[in-house]
Structures are given as C-alpha cells and as structure tokens.
C-alpha cells in the first residue's frame, strides 16, 4: 500500500473515531424567532427530534430526562424516538417530565419500521437513504407510542390539526406523517391559516413539497427534524448531504422559507441519535433546541 493510501486510511480511520465520540456530545442549542404579535410574551420551545433511542443508551435518557429543567411552555417532537421495542418503556421514562407539557407531535419513519444495515458509502454517493415500505422489514410498536403520547395530551399531528392554548396565546398546528416514506397527505390540513395568534406546521422530514404547501397556506413557523443536520459534515463546509432534498445550507439550525408570496420561519432539528447501524456524527453534535418566540417587533 503507498503513502497516499495510508495516509488517506489513517485520517479516514481518525475521522470515525472522532464520529463515535462525538456522537456522545449532546448539546442544547438556544435559538430566539421574531414571530409573535407585538406585545406578546415570549413563548419556549423545546424542539426535540431524531432520538433513534436503544435501551442501552443510558447517558442519552438521563440527558433527554434532564431538558424538563428547562421549563419550556410547548414540546415539539418532531419523529424518530425509538429504534426497537425494548426501547419504548425507557422512552418515555426519560420524557415522563415533559410528557406534562403543552406538546406536539409526528412520526418520522423509525417511529414505523425498525433500522437495518445500510451501506454508508452508497449513503453518501445518493444523498439520501432508501425509503423501504413496511413490507421490507419489520415494524416497531408505533400505536403504543401514539396512545402514550395522546394519553399525556401531547397533540398527534399526522395529517392532522389541533390547538394549543400556550402561554396565554392560541397557537393553530397542522402537521404531515412521514414525507420520506410517502406517508404524507398534505391535502388533508391544507388551506389559509387559521384565526389563531400563531400558525406551526410541523413534519419530520423537510421536504420542499411540504414547505411549500405551508408557507403558501401561511404558515408563521415551521419544525421538522430527519436531517441529522447531515450527520457526516466538513469543518468550515459543513453538510455534504440533507436525506431529502433541502439544500446543505438550511440542513439544521433556523432558516426562513418562501412560497406563494409568503415566508416561514423554518427550524430544522440536527437530532439526538444515529441509526445504530452508523452510530457516528462528525463536526455535527446530537442536539436539543430551546426555540424561544419573540414578539415581531423584537
């Protein structure tokens, strides 16, 4: 083998090593949006997304346990929790605190089916992971998941909308099931925003069709999680891929997006988790965000 290879194995060996620990790095990301009338008190977000939990994953339950001290005023959980059955009970043991929140939420296609071996490099080659259908492989227990999440009064967004009387403020949701397996039926929320002091959409994977048709509705913000912020990033570069077709620059933190002669706020989650199966982040850290709302003129 020559120099050049040996070098290029050694730095790609050093660049995985890192990944693995880094992916141990979870940090809170604090982010403050201009979206409120005038006047209104600030309203807390926790957005929380892309967990991929496994029962054996005690430093990150006791990590996701300790966010209720952040005493947020809403949840947002935008999909992924859980990648095995077993995982379910440890869960929800480590949201129990903020399960007793204002919360919403979706599903993103590990909430439906359980991970399997991917080949990263065809991974990094096509940007964006197979969408399988159920049929591929086994599915994990998402009804229980539902019903714990209902039960705590947590609002299911799936193709669905609701309200939420939050900090004094009525704040209108519409949300949309999975867009990267084709789950998502964005016609059944579809229409003008409603009468409400604030319009959320909230999906998991930000695919353009379902930006668009929110921030053309009127959408004031949306959240979405399933980038993994890109999960495998360049210094100074940062995301090589999106897994859908966003562009690099939006894949995590706040943005804002147009359509049809409106803008959103957009909030892009860079998640918790990995899929077991490549359980590495490199310069991209597992986060939680604290989304804090201000009011416009702020």
């Given amino acids: 083998m020559g120099r050049t290879a040996l070098t290029g194995a050694a730095v790609a060996a050093a660049g995985l090593t890192w990944g693995v620990t880094e992916a141990h790095l979870f940090t809170l990301r604090r982010v403050e949006v201009p979206v409120l009338p005038a006047g209104a008190d600030p309203i807390r977000v926790l957005h929380i997304s892309d967990i991929h939990l496994l029962a054996r994953q005690r430093r990150k339950q006791e990590w996701v346990a300790r966010l209720a001290d952040l005493d947020p005023d809403l949840v947002v959980n935008t999909g992924d929790n859980f990648c095995a059955d077993d995982a379910l009970a440890p869960l929800l043991d480590s949201l129990g605190d903020l399960l007793e929140r204002p919360g919403v939420f979706i599903f993103g296609s590990n909430d439906y089916l359980k991970p399997d071996f991917r080949n990263p490099f065809s991974y990094l080659l096509y940007g964006r992971s197979r969408a399988d259908s159920a049929e591929d492989h086994p ?10 999440f209902t039960s705590a009064g947590w609002l299911d967004l799936n193709d669905r909308q609701g309200r939420l009387e939050v900090a004094g403020r009525t704040i209108a949701f519409r949300g949309t099931d999975d867009a990267h397996h084709h789950r998502d039926h964005y016609e059944r929320v579809a229409g003008p925003a409603a009468d409400a002091d604030l319009n959320i959409g909230v999906t998991h994977a930000p695919y353009l069709r379902i930006l668009d048709a929110m921030t053309a509705d009127g959408m004031d913000m949306i959240f979405a999680g399933h980038t993994h912020g890109g999960q495998v990033c360049l210094p100074f570069k940062g995301a090589i891929i999106t897994n859908c077709d966003i562009d690099p620059a939006r894949v995590k933190g706040l943005s804002t997006h147009e359509a049809g002669g409106n803008a959103a706020w957009l909030h892009v989650s860079a ?7 490549a359980p590495y982040r490199t310069f991209c850290r597992p986060e939680a965000s604290l989304v804090t709302l201000l009011p416009r003129s702020a």
């Fill in 139 to 148: 599915e994990l227990d998402h009804e229980s998941l539902r019903r714990a």
């Fill in 271 to 277: 998640g918790l988790g990995t899929s077991p199966f």
